[in-house]
């Protein structure tokens, strides 16, 4: 190097923190400065200049821009001598510090930290003591500000039990194993219970089931009540988890589940539907066939029935988000009537193609479902991901509360997506062979018990409603899109053919006849032609009816 000039690359970094230490508050023009007067000094040429303003020096290269140039420049050998103003503006990493001057050691590449002492050389004896002792403290600045939070956390993940030792169902203590284990009669009845749940079984039903068969709360002698069987069902035990309190994630413990993931996870989108449902809804007597299958086409979020007491051509279907926040959704309305008719006459067609799939098809489904499953829980659990880092930023106080706010709040909003996209998914997963006879018999008669509700179920994953498109989303199968211009009925005046408007006739014909003060008569007349035998009222005799009104009412 000494035959020709020394080639210098600048590197500067500033993190978000709000720290008013000046190596953490230092602008990267600050540093590149005096940098450059470094190198001048020394008579370098400075042959780049890079920076990575606002990003944690946790990061590696990949995720600094700057930093990766920078290194590209060296790996290109197109540098002799990298240059920043401290060592921790390189890295606060150990692992990914000690990688970086590898590359540089292995390249023949000087590092100079400029208020550092300049060069940082490990390889002498005091060269290395003063690259330990840095790193030592770039390093130990990160690991105290994030200590408090990953204790908190790891120990109970360490430990994989519950808060308590109470006595669990379907488990035993085993004190010598400092262990939950399964108790197999109990574990039995678990199963069903979440079984029997999913497929459209209320607490009650379940409570008398248990007690009936013997059954007592783990630890007393007492009977099942709803409330401690809703509890216990609720806390995601039996399925392996110690905790769901605080966390962004539900606990995995240490003991085994008694049922499947997929099993648990239709059993909470089962609960919630049925909780949305409590909540709605005058008149619903019975439960409505179509309860908690119908969404929001715009905002994905449920719907509600305005109120069962209405005939069925004038309740409505609404969007639930808009109702409890109508800036969240910009909401949509459907008669119940239509949704209704829609998936009726689509159900009558779909059985036939699914009466018509293989035994091979059928299996291709449902791998294809198990897929489904698959990637929902690899979307959801990548969201989860970058919570915990943004956790982690705002903890090493690494990111302006504006933006973390900001931030967080987008990740929270997809994560319920996500989390609803899996619950869909694992109640398709575990959704009982569709029972075609069953399902034809119920869309006849319009009965839909509980076993006919559970079935369709399986059948049918979602019924979306937008502004102008009903969109019914099958388990098995395409997605079927409707018009809703087409779902509107038609004036009923026999050669009009409009939509209808009010009272069964078009826009033009209702106005018209309001006009002349006979709304209600022809409505009345037509209504009554319609259900008559014979022929319907004409347009022709409607233009009859009304050039006679009208001489009547300018006599
Ligand atoms: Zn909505
Ligand atoms: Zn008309």
Redesign the pocket.
């Known amino acids: 190097m000494t035959d020709r000039q020394m080639r210098a690359v600048l590197y500067a970094r500033k993190s978000n923190k709000q720290d008013r230490t000046e190596e953490q508050s230092a602008s990267v023009g600050d540093q590149l400065t005096r940098g450059r007067a470094y190198a001048t000094e020394r008579g370098w040429q400075v042959v780049g200049e890079f920076t990575d303003d606002g990003r944690s020096g946790l990061l590696d290269r990949t995720k600094r821009p700057g930093l990766d140039s920078a290194l590209s420049l060296i790996e290109a050998g197109d540098a002799d001598v990298i240059v920043t103003l401290w060592t921790s503006r390189l890295s606060r990493e150990e692992r990914q510090r000690a990688e970086i001057l590898d590359l540089l050691d292995f390249l023949k590449v000087e590092w100079h930290a400029v208020a550092d002492g300049g060069r940082i050389d490990r390889s002498t004896y005091a060269g290395y003591v003063t690259y330990g002792i840095h790193t030592l403290f770039d390093v130990a600045y990160s690991k105290r500000v994030g200590e408090n939070w990953r204790n908190a956390h790891q120990k109970r993940i360490d430990a994989g039990l519950p808060k308590s030792r109470s006595p669990r169902f379907g488990y035993r203590w085993d004190g010598d194993e400092r262990a939950f284990v399964v108790h197999d009669a109990e574990a039995d009845a678990v199963r069903e219970l979440y079984r029997r749940y999913t497929r459209g079984d209320g607490f009650t039903q379940l409570v008398k089931w248990l007690n009936d068969a013997g059954w007592r709360v783990a630890g007393t002698e007492n009977p099942w009540s709803v409330r401690t069987l809703n509890r216990f069902m609720d806390n995601g035990f039996a399925a392996g988890f110690i905790s769901r309190e605080d966390d962004l994630r539900d606990l995995r413990g240490a003991h085994d589940p008694i049922i499947s993931e997929t099993a648990w996870l239709a059993y909470r989108a089962e609960r919630e539907r049925r909780a949305e449902f409590g909540k709605k809804a005058s008149g619903a007597g019975e439960r409505w066939w179509l309860a908690g299958v119908v969404k929001?086409g715009?905002?994905?979020?449920p719907t509600y029935v305005d109120s069962f007491k209405r005939p069925d051509g004038k309740s409505s279907v609404m969007?639930?988000?808009?109702r409890s926040n109508p800036d969240?959704?910009?909401?949509?309305t459907i008669l119940r009537a239509y949704v209704e008719d829609a998936v009726g006459l689509w159900l009558g067609g779909h059985l036939d193609q699914l009466d018509a799939l293989s035994k091979g098809e059928r299996r291709a489904t449902a791998d294809t479902a198990a897929d489904v499953f698959g990637a929902a829980v690899a979307g959801r659990d990548k969201i989860i991901d970058g919570l915990a880092d943004l956790e982690e930023s705002r903890l090493l106080q690494d990111i302006e509360p504006a933006v973390y706010r900001r931030t967080k709040d987008r990740l929270t909003a997809r994560l319920r997506d996500a989390e609803r996209a899996v619950k869909e998914a694992a109640a398709s997963l575990e959704a009982p062979e569709a029972d075609t006879t069953l399902l034809r018999g119920c869309a006849t008669d319009g009965k839909w018990n509980a076993d006919g509700r559970a079935a369709l179920r399986g059948v049918l994953a979602r019924v979306e409603v937008g502004k102008d498109a009903l969109t019914i989303l099958p388990v098995i199968g395409e997605p079927v899109t409707l018009a809703r211009s087409a779902m509107h009925g038609r004036c009923k005046i026999d050669g009009c053919g409009k939509r209808e408007r009010t009272k069964g006739l078009c826009t033009s014909h209702s106005m018209r006849a309001r006009n002349l003060g006979i709304l209600d008569e022809l409505a009345r007349r037509v209504a009554e032609s319609v259900e008559a035998p014979g022929p319907t009222i004409t347009v022709e005799q409607v233009d009859a009816l009304f050039a006679s009104a009208h001489e009547a009412a300018s006599a």
């Open positions: 929001c715009r905002c994905g979020g969007c639930s988000n808009r969240s959704c910009a909401g949509v």
